[in-house]
Nanobody, 119 residues
Framework: QVQLVESGGGLVQAGDSLRLSCTAS????????MGWFRQAPGKEREFLAS???????YLVNSIKGRFTISRDNTKNTVYLQMNNLKPEDTAVYYC?????????????WGQGTQVTVSS
């Protein structure tokens, strides 16, 4: 089992950048596929990006060119770099882990970090 803690959220202006971090407990982080999701007020949770154990990435089209996902297995951390933020990016951002690789079902979740983008 793995425990996840997100950080790096905050209030920014449109066009700004943020880097979210998700740090995992335990010594098996490198064996998990990881993903980032977000949930805006009144909307369903939305998948954004995933990264495999060896760093292969997938991002949904709506964020390609603005967001990148990466991981540092030596720090048990996965990142979501978000550039050129827009008000519609306002949401709670969650990281998730899956023992399967590539990740699919994500049984482990963090508590989320709020990102608010003002216009």
């Amino acid at each position: 089992q793995v425990q996840l803690v997100e950080s790096g959220g905050g209030l920014v202006q449109a066009g700004d950048s943020l880097r979210l971090s998700c740090t995992a407990s335990g010594r098996t982080f490198s064996t998990y596929g990881m993903g980032w999701f977000r949930q805006a007020p009144g909307k369903e949770r939305e998948f954004l990006a995933s990264i495999t154990r060896i760093g292969l990435t997938y991002l949904v089209n709506s964020i390609k060119g603005r967001f990148t996902i990466s991981r540092d297995n030596t720090k048990n951390t996965v990142y979501l770099q978000m550039n050129n933020l827009k008000p519609e990016d306002t949401a709670v951002y969650y990281c998730a882990a899956d023992p399967a690789d590539p990740p699919r079902s994500y049984p482990y979740w963090g508590q989320g970090t709020q990102v608010t983008v003002s216009s």
